[in-house]
């Protein structure tokens, strides 16, 4: 059984344009996360949500909107994508500090 | 700003050598320390630290916090190839949420 799935695990696609990644996790933890980490494998917080509502929100462009229908869904919405939007996108769950991942979605602009 | 950092980078032994790794912070309102292993996907949970001076052990892994100097240490022995990962520290900080804030990494490679 998955905890954490992801779609798509791969998306190619071309600047400006308008995507979605969904996350579920299985698990029953309240709070979900979304990670991006970098070429340098720098893993960075972007949102956090607890039962549905937003509780951490870094400096991240206002392109990036999270949405969670409910508290075992988080999706990323990404608006106008950038050639340095290219990354993978972890999401990870949690009901305290410990954290599990997804298996990641690598995003390449071009 | 919360500041977790990592060493060394990266670091190449061979099978059957113990290695040290290291990872020091700077937070606000400690809660806990954790390190993950990320091979080629997700990064997997390894421990969590909350106290100084108490070893958490899982087979050839151990790792040990010190609260008083803000660092932690991971150890494997009799490292093996499946061992070749990158490993990552993170700490929990911050009152009311259970956000990470991660080192860079440490990329260890065993070759046989």
């Known amino acids: 059984d998955t905890a954490v799935s992801q779609t798509p695990k791969y998306l190619v696609t071309q600047m400006g344009n308008d995507k979605s990644i969904k996350c579920e996790q299985n698990?029953?933890?309240?709070?979900m996360y979304w990670y991006k980490q970098d070429s340098k494998k720098f893993l960075k917080i972007m949102f956090s949500?607890?039962?549905?509502?937003?509780?951490i929100n870094e400096t991240v462009p206002n392109r990036f909107s999270p949405k969670s229908p409910d508290k075992a869904h988080l999706n990323l919405h990404i608006n106008s994508l950038e050639l340095g939007d290219s990354a993978v996108y972890f999401c990870a769950s949690s009901q305290w500090a410990e954290q599990y991942f997804g298996p990641g979605t690598r995003l390449t602009v071009t | 700003e919360d500041k977790v950092v990592q060493s060394p980078l990266s670091l190449v032994v061979h099978e059957g050598d113990t290695v040290t790794l290291n990872c020091s912070y700077e937070?606000?309102?400690?809660?806990?320390l954790l390190w993950y292993k990320q091979e080629k996907k997700a990064p997997t949970f390894l421990f969590m630290l909350t106290s100084s001076g108490i070893e958490k052990k899982s087979g050839r892994l151990s790792s040990i916090l010190d609260k008083k100097e803000l660092f932690s240490i991971l150890n494997i022995t009799a490292t093996q190839t499946g061992d070749s990962a990158i490993y990552l520290c993170?700490?929990?900080?911050?009152?009311?949420?259970?956000?990470?804030?991660f080192g860079k990494g440490t990329k260890l490679s065993v070759i046989p």
């Open positions: 949500y607890n039962n549905k509502e937003l509780i």
């Open positions: 993170a700490v929990n900080s911050g009152a009311g949420s259970y956000q990470l804030t």
């Open positions: 698990l029953g933890h309240d709070t």
């Open positions: 937070v606000t309102n400690f809660r806990s």
